[in-house]
């Protein structure tokens, strides 16, 4: 139960993780479209990981999941299995997680997509979910808790009449996929874990449009759905934090932060 601080040189590699994984998140978005399958969307993520990045897609064989990234549509929370019967349609959200592992070192992010036309409410679930991630992210540094980043996330979070899931959280992340801490995503300002240059860790809310309640799949045992089935979005980023704040490992070129 220790928080593995990183090295200068561990930082290096943590960018250079950080920055495959935002690359194949901007790869990916033009083929986010009406009429492909999630399926389609994990062969070409695991392909370019692979062959173009040299890299290898940490969700594959992790605990036994069976594909190289997690794509989760409309009501699905977290944890959905690209398939090939799975046809994004108009009026679709899906979140699409990927995380890589370069030189020994994890990078983890991800992003919501629209596909075509969708009602206000869901922009503006996804609106509200982003604008959470990055009210954290503004407070990272060296003193704040993690309770004062739960407490932002969940704060903004219901001020919209959205509810947080509680179940999954953030992460300490390095060499291993998910290590200390737990990054909760609600909790109360100046309580738990006090956050240190050196830290690495992601911050990846998850709002529902209902109620926080979840539900696992029997079917599969990893596709995890709100149990009211109405929507859910999440964000993700990897934090390095730094002596005078942090540094965004998965920073996209379609963010302006
Ligand atoms: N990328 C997810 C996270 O943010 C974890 C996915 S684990 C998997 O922590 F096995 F479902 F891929
Ligand atoms: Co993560
Ligand atoms: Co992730």
Request: with cysteine; proline share 4%; aromatic share 6%.
């Amino acid at each position: 139960m220790t928080i593995q601080l990183k090295s200068t040189e561990d930082i290096v590699k943590m960018r250079v993780a950080g920055k495959l994984a935002a690359e194949v998140l901007e790869m990916i978005g033009p083929h986010v479209q009406e009429g492909v399958s999630t399926g389609e969307l994990d062969r070409l993520c695991h392909q370019y990981i692979v062959e173009q990045q040299q890299a290898i897609p940490a969700p594959l064989n992790y605990n036994g999941f069976p594909k190289s990234i997690c794509t989760s549509v409309n009501q699905v929370i977290c944890h959905g299995i690209p398939s090939d019967s799975k046809i994004l349609k108009s009026g679709d959200i899906i979140n699409i997680d990927v995380t890589v592992i370069k030189d020994g070192f994890h990078g983890d992010s991800s992003k919501m997509f629209a596909i075509g036309e969708v009602p206000a409410h869901a922009q503006r679930l996804i609106r509200i979910t982003q604008e959470c991630l990055y009210k954290a992210i503004d407070l990272v540094k060296p003193g704040i808790t993690l309770g004062d980043i739960g407490h932002v996330i969940q704060q903004h979070g219901e001020a919209h009449n959205y509810s947080i899931v509680r179940e999954y959280c953030g992460h300490g992340i390095g060499r291993i996929f998910h290590e200390e801490p737990q990054v909760l995503h609600y909790g109360k300002p100046n309580t738990g874990t006090r956050i240190e240059a050196g830290m690495t860790f992601t911050i990846e809310p998850m709002l529902n449009a209902g109620s926080r309640y979840t539900k696992l799949s029997n079917q599969d045992g990893w596709t995890v759905t709100t149990k009211d089935r109405r929507l859910s979005a999440q964000w993700e980023h990897t934090l390095a934090v730094n002596s005078d704040g942090c540094e965004i490992l998965t920073l996209r070129s379609d963010e302006q932060l």
